[in-house]
T-cell receptor
Framework: DGGITQSPKYLFRKEGQNVTLSCEQN?????MYWYRQDPGQGLRLIYY???????QKGDIAEGYSVSREKKESFPLTVTSAQKNPTAFYLC????????????FGPGTRLTVT | QKEVEQDPGPLSVPEGAIVSLNCTYS??????FMWYRQYSRKGPELLMY????GNKEDGRFTAQVDKSSKYISLFIRDSQPSDSATYLC??????????????FGKGTKLSVIP
């Protein structure tokens, strides 16, 4: 089945620790995105990548880092510099031929205490 | 003023009712208008998209865009309990070099009561 996988579904960390969220897609999509979703806040763009070895900051990149070493993979690291890391994190991808449709993964719920 | 405004609800309706969900926007450069449905603790899935002003129908769902008023709507006819979800409006704007970014509304949580 083609799609986007995110793991794990739930992640718990202690404050001060970095944590990396996984995102893999087998849709052969060029562009990939990371969003953060908080209750009542909608989706906010953290980082996006249009091509391997290239990525750009979104609206709320502070405290996050990404890499894009392979087309299929776009991991997100939540660093200790992120002041409010507890949230639902969504990864998405888009085909080069589409100007609108982004396909979303199932999300990772990160809780930092 | 945020670029996309959406009433977060919650909205509760009886089964069979007609549901109207709405978003307003301020940026006239938005090109594609979409509605995503998100079930609890799941990723959003694209429900409908439109490009021009007017109506687009798909089964029980109708998406409506009024570019002159910067207003979009999603209508759900004969609503079912399975329609209970959060509905997010989203709009695209070109961001250079063939890239498009989505701007989302905050989402409206809908509950359809049997």
């Amino acid at each position: 089945d083609g799609g986007i996988t995110q793991s794990p579904k739930y992640l718990f960390r202690k404050e001060g620790q970095n944590v990396t969220l996984s995102c893999e897609q087998n849709l052969n999509h060029d562009a990939m995105y990371w969003y953060r979703q908080d209750p009542g806040q909608g989706l906010r763009l953290i980082y996006y990548s249009q091509i391997v070895n290239d990525f750009q900051k979104g609206d709320i990149a502070e405290g996050y880092s990404v890499s894009r070493e392979k087309k299929e993979s776009f991991p997100l690291t939540v660093t200790s510099a992120q002041k409010n890391p507890t949230a639902f994190y969504l990864c998405a991808s888009r085909s080069r031929g589409s100007s609108y449709e982004q396909y979303f993964g199932p999300g990772t719920r990160l809780t930092v205490t | 003023q945020k670029e996309v405004e959406q009433d977060p609800g919650p909205l509760s309706v009886p089964e069979g009712a007609i549901v109207s969900l709405n978003c307003t926007y301020s940026n006239s450069a938005f090109q594609y208008f979409m509605w995503y449905r998100q079930y609890s603790r799941k990723g959003p899935e694209l429900l409908m998209y439109t490009y021009s002003s007017g109506n687009k129908e798909d089964g029980r769902f109708t998406a409506q865009v009024d570019k002159s008023s910067k207003y979009i709507s999603l209508f759900i006819r004969d609503s079912q309990p399975s329609d209970s979800a959060t509905y997010l409006c989203a709009m695209t704007i070109p961001s250079g070099a063939g890239s498009y970014q989505l701007t989302f509304g905050k989402g409206t949580k809908l509950s359809v009561i049997p």
